[in-house]
C-alpha cells in the first residue's frame, strides 16, 4: 500500500487493502448501511475520508469478529450512533467529532415520531406550521 499521512483520503482499493476486506464488500456495505458515503469524483470513483474507513473497521469487526448481522449493526448506529461503531473497531471514536453530520433515514424519523408523546406531537406540528407561515412571509417579502 502506498505510504499516505493519515489525514489523507483513500481510493476505495486502498480502503479495501486498509479495512482488510475485498473492495465488493465495501460497495455491497454501501447498499446495507446508508451511513458509509464516501465522495465520489468523475467517472464515480469513491474516495473514504479517515473517518469513513474507522466506519468501515468497526462494521468489519462486528460482522466478523463479534457476529452480528447487518440488522444488528444498522440497528446500534440508529440507538448510539457511529462513535460506537468506531470504537467496536477499536478504533478512536474521536474522529467522527469532525465527520459531518448524518441524515436519518425515513424509517428512523418514523421511529422517532412514534416515541413522541401526543401531546409534544402536536406541538411539533404547531412549531411547523410558525416555521411554514415564516417562511411564505419571507418568500412574498422577497418577491416584492
Not at 468506531?86 to 436519518?104: F, L, M, N, R
Not at 412549531?127 to 411564505?136: D, I, M, P, Q, S
Request: proline fraction near 4%.
Amino acid at each position: 500500500m502506498t505510504t499516505k499521512g493519515p489525514n489523507a483520503f483513500r481510493t476505495i482499493s486502498e480502503a479495501a487493502e486498509e479495512v482488510g476486506v475485498p473492495q465488493h464488500v465495501l460497495r455491497f456495505w454501501e447498499t446495507r448501511f446508508s451511513f458509509i458515503r464516501p465522495m465520489k469524483r468523475a467517472g464515480g470513483r469513491r474516495f473514504y475520508r479517515p473517518q469513513d474507513v474507522a466506519v468501515l473497521q468497526g462494521i468489519k469487526a462486528l460482522l466478523y469478529t463479534r457476529g452480528f448481522k447487518i440488522e444488528g449493526v444498522q440497528r446500534l448506529y440508529r440507538e448510539q450512533g457511529l462513535k460506537h461503531l468506531v470504537a467496536a473497531g477499536g478504533q478512536d471514536a474521536s474522529v467522527i467529532e469532525d465527520a459531518p453530520e448524518t441524515h436519518p433515514s425515513e424509517a428512523t424519523l418514523g421511529h422517532a415520531a412514534k416515541l413522541i408523546s401526543e401531546g409534544g406531537l402536536s406541538r411539533l406540528r404547531a412549531a411547523l406550521r410558525g416555521v411554514e407561515a415564516a417562511r411564505a412571509s419571507l418568500d412574498a417579502a422577497l418577491r416584492k
